[in-house]
């Protein structure tokens, strides 16, 4: 390795796939025309951004092919989201990259993640279309409020103050006037 190699740092990466697609997301945030180019076998990724603004560069040598003709790029602000489609679908990829070695920028993204037993009604086979809606569907954008009243912020009502719970709390007491 190159002295390069030493400095520029790869950007985080997250993954996960289903039985014909990967997702793959780049975490780099405030990074402006990037380059990114995605090959059968490989994709390399190269910003500068982040909190330091300095160079990040990564190449990501793939388990196996995909289908770089139908990539979808979709930039998302702090993220680069990609779909890459497999070349052969079928079995899971024990792992995103050809080296079985473990890479401290790679993670997996258990957001989007399904394991190989899950049922495809679960969104197996998914339109890369309706990924954005999968996104504000996880984000939980607009969702209802779980545990709570109608606008979505927590009832207290039902909860049990013990056995004191009529009596007045200290809390209640009428505060001293100021000399």
Not at 6 to 21: I, K
Not at 35 to 41: C, P, S, V
Not at 52 to 63: A, D, F, M, R, W
Request: proline share 6%.
């Amino acid at each position: 390795m190159g002295d390069q190699a030493d400095v520029v740092t790869p950007p985080p990466v997250m993954w996960a796939q289903r039985s014909n697609l990967l997702f793959v997301t780049i975490c780099l945030e405030d990074c402006k025309n990037p380059t990114i180019r995605i090959e059968a076998d490989k994709v390399y990724f190269k910003g500068v951004g982040g909190t330091e603004k300095k160079e990040h560069e990564v190449t990501i040598n793939l388990y196996k092919e995909i289908d770089s003709d139908k990539a979808v790029q979709s930039p998302k602000g702090r993220n680069f989201e990609l779909v890459l489609y497999k070349k052969e679908s079928g079995p899971f990829w024990p792992r995103l990259t050809k080296e079985n070695k473990k890479f401290h920028w790679l993670k997996s993204d258990f957001n989007k993640w399904q394991d190989e037993d899950d049922s495809e009604e679960e969104g197996g086979n998914m339109d890369p279309n309706s990924l954005e809606e999968m996104m504000r569907q996880m984000g939980g954008l607009g969702g209802g409020g779980v545990g709570g009243g109608l606008d979505g912020k927590p009832n207290f009502d039902d909860l049990d103050m013990g056995e004191d719970a009529d009596e007045p709390d200290s809390d209640d007491d009428e505060m001293p006037d100021l000399e």
